[in-house]
């Protein structure tokens, strides 16, 4: 009696969804669907998607492994997978078609899996008559187009990733920071604060305590990587670090200690104090004091600048933080740390931000709200390690990057490279430019709500 309820209710059937190892029953379904159905091909509905050994097929099949329909995506352009995704040739054989909702099935699995593989863009053309099922799923409709002589509109998956880490990490700190003005005025948001009446340029960062806990070597090198950036992107040369340690018992903190410790000699950064606790939860916080006699703003970016992007790219993901944390620095020599850390001081740029956790995007949209405007970037200029997907890249701390803004000297930054991959604009938020033109948002408006610098 329980097997009647599924199809009692309007319910699926099973169904398994997953990759194709053998793309030859798929074919043919598309075939009788596009060529013998449709009549939308003459002879066949191939091309070269295809012929792309990026494109990948789910297919949906029964419990005894009859193939109910399919569908392929992958990059949608050629050249090295950028992030922008496309889906198509979506298949259901005429027997299981309607109630049964195998379509909108796979059409749920490719976009999760379009974003799983780093797609911050996934569009798909489809014939108008379906367009209605696609925007009951949450796709945005872009403009019509016409494919075979039949009318198809172009279709896009919302990916919210970036603006949902901005959200996450750094749209809390308007309201929290409201009546504050921490840094100044002209340094509102900044990576560090210049102290009143001095050269002084002060930066504080705490690390996750789970971190901590977890990883303690890699938490105490990150304490000092962290707030040398931070000096670093206003142009700061770093004088001393501060830090307050706490752990379960001394083991603990000395694990975490010597992190600190590496980091510091590697930098060249005297440890010129701190606080010690036992016998609490792990945490970990570190104070560092700059000197840079003409501080560099975060909000000094203007419509019409350039942006450049300096990053290091050596390295890999640090393990246990795949696509999240990119380690490059703790495999330079104290000399290449060093390099990287005098850029912004040598280039003076009129704008510079550290990448932080919001990422590459996240952090150019704190720039450009600091300074009182948008920004486009543009994907395929950034670069990126050949581990990294895009959407991983442009979301995860990548250990040394700096975005700058306005002219600059030419000036070397050891290791890392520069170049030039968007501008500012008009308006605000941040949009990613395309190889084809096209524009999608990544980030709808100001990122803090700390709003402009000035």
Same mark, same amino acid.
């Given at each position: 009696?329980?097997?009647?309820?599924?199809?009692?209710?309007?319910?699926?059937?099973?169904?398994?969804?997953?990759?194709?190892?053998?793309?030859?029953?798929?074919?043919?379904?598309? &075939?009788?669907?596009?060529?013998?159905?449709?009549?939308?091909?003459?002879?066949?509905?191939?091309?070269?998607?295809?012929?792309?050994?990026?494109?990948?097929?789910?297919?949906?099949?029964? *419990?005894?492994?009859?193939?109910?329909?399919?569908?392929?995506?992958?990059?949608?352009?050629?050249?090295?997978?950028?992030?922008?995704?496309?889906?198509?040739?979506?298949?259901?054989?005429?027997?299981?078609?309607? %109630?049964?909702?195998?379509?909108?099935?796979?059409?749920?699995?490719?976009?999760?899996?379009?974003?799983?593989?780093?797609?911050?863009?996934?569009?798909?053309?489809?014939?108008?008559? !379906?367009?209605?099922?696609?925007?009951?799923?949450?796709?945005?409709?872009?403009?019509?187009?016409?494919?075979?002589?039949?009318?198809?509109?172009?279709?896009?998956?919302?990916?919210?990733?970036?603006? %949902?880490?901005?959200?996450?990490?750094? %749209?809390?700190?308007?309201?929290?920071?409201?009546?504050?003005?921490?840094?100044?005025?002209?340094?509102?948001?900044?990576?560090?604060?210049?102290?009143?009446?001095?050269?002084?340029?002060?930066?504080?960062?705490?690390?996750?305590? &789970?971190?901590?806990?977890?990883?303690?070597?890699?938490?105490?090198?990150?304490?000092?990587?962290?707030?040398?950036?931070?000096?670093?992107?206003? #142009?700061?040369?770093?004088?001393?670090?501060?830090?307050?340690?706490?752990?379960?018992?001394?083991?603990?903190?000395?694990?975490?200690?010597?992190?600190?410790?590496?980091?510091?000699?590697?930098?060249?950064?005297?440890?010129?104090?701190?606080?010690?606790?036992? #016998? =609490?939860?792990?945490?970990?916080?570190?104070?560092?004091?700059?000197?840079?006699?003409?501080?560099? *703003?975060?909000?000094?970016?203007? *419509?019409?600048?350039?942006?450049?992007?300096?990053?290091?790219?050596?390295?890999?993901?640090?393990?246990?933080?795949?696509?999240?944390?990119?380690?490059?620095? &703790?495999?330079?020599?104290?000399?290449?740390?060093? %390099?990287?850390?005098?850029?912004?001081?040598?280039?003076?740029?009129?704008?510079?931000?550290?990448?932080?956790?919001?990422?590459?995007?996240?952090?150019?949209?704190?720039?450009?709200?600091? &300074?009182?405007?948008?920004?486009?970037?543009?994907?395929?200029?950034?670069?990126?390690?050949?581990?990294?997907?895009?959407?991983? !890249?442009?979301?995860?701390?990548?250990?040394?990057?700096?975005?700058?803004?306005?002219?600059?000297?030419?000036? *070397?930054?050891?290791?890392?490279?520069?170049?030039?991959?968007?501008?500012?604009?008009?308006?605000?938020? =941040?949009?990613?430019?395309?190889?084809? #033109?096209?524009?999608?948002?990544?980030?709808?408006?100001?990122?803090?709500?700390?709003?402009?610098?000035?």
């Amino acid at each position: 009696m329980t097997d009647l309820v599924p199809a009692l209710l309007g319910a699926p059937p099973a169904m398994l969804i997953r990759e194709a190892d053998d793309v030859r029953d798929y074919a043919r379904l598309r &075939s009788r669907v596009f060529v013998d159905e449709q009549r939308l091909f003459v002879r066949s509905d191939r091309d070269d998607r295809d012929d792309d050994p990026r494109t990948i097929v789910l297919e949906a099949r029964s *419990p005894d492994g009859a193939l109910l329909g399919g569908v392929r995506l992958g990059p949608a352009a050629d050249g090295p997978d950028i992030g922008w995704w496309a889906g198509g040739r979506l298949a259901v054989d005429a027997g299981v078609r309607g %109630a049964q909702r195998i379509g909108p099935a796979l059409i749920r699995a490719a976009c999760a899996h379009a974003e799983r593989h780093g797609a911050l863009r996934f569009d798909a053309t489809v014939q108008t008559r !379906w367009q209605r099922m696609f925007e009951r799923l949450g796709w945005h409709a872009v403009r019509p187009v016409t494919v075979a002589g039949r009318p198809h509109t172009l279709m896009r998956w919302p990916i919210g990733r970036i603006a %949902a880490l901005a959200a996450a990490t750094k %749209a809390p700190l308007g309201g929290l920071l409201h009546g504050l003005r921490p840094g100044g005025a002209g340094f509102v948001g900044d990576d560090g604060a210049p102290v009143p009446g001095s050269d002084l340029i002060a930066a504080c960062d705490a690390i996750l305590p &789970s971190m901590v806990e977890r990883d303690p070597d890699w938490a105490g090198w990150c304490a000092v990587l962290v707030n040398v950036n931070d000096l670093s992107a206003m #142009g700061a040369t770093p004088v001393g670090l501060l830090n307050t340690v706490a752990g379960k018992d001394a083991a603990a903190v000395a694990k975490v200690l010597a992190g600190l410790r590496r980091a510091a000699d590697a930098y060249g950064v005297p440890i010129l104090g701190g606080h010690t606790q036992l #016998g =609490v939860p792990a945490a970990l916080a570190a104070t560092a004091i700059g000197r840079a006699a003409h501080p560099v *703003p975060g909000g000094g970016g203007r *419509p019409g600048q350039a942006v450049r992007l300096t990053v290091d790219l050596g390295g890999d993901w640090r393990p246990g933080y795949h696509g999240r944390q990119w380690d490059s620095t &703790s495999r330079r020599t104290g000399e290449e740390l060093r %390099a990287m850390l005098g850029y912004v001081a040598a280039a003076r740029p009129a704008a510079a931000k550290d990448v932080s956790m919001a990422g590459i995007a996240g952090t150019l949209g704190m720039l450009a709200e600091a &300074s009182g405007c948008g920004a486009v970037l543009d994907v395929g200029a950034v670069p990126r390690p050949a581990g990294a997907s895009m959407g991983d !890249w442009l979301t995860c701390f990548p250990g040394f990057a700096m975005l700058t803004t306005g002219s600059t000297r030419d000036t *070397p930054a050891g290791p890392a490279v520069t170049v030039e991959c968007g501008v500012l604009v008009p308006g605000s938020g =941040v949009r990613l430019r395309w190889p084809d #033109g096209e524009l999608t948002e990544a980030v709808h408006s100001g990122v803090t709500g700390m709003g402009r610098a000035a």
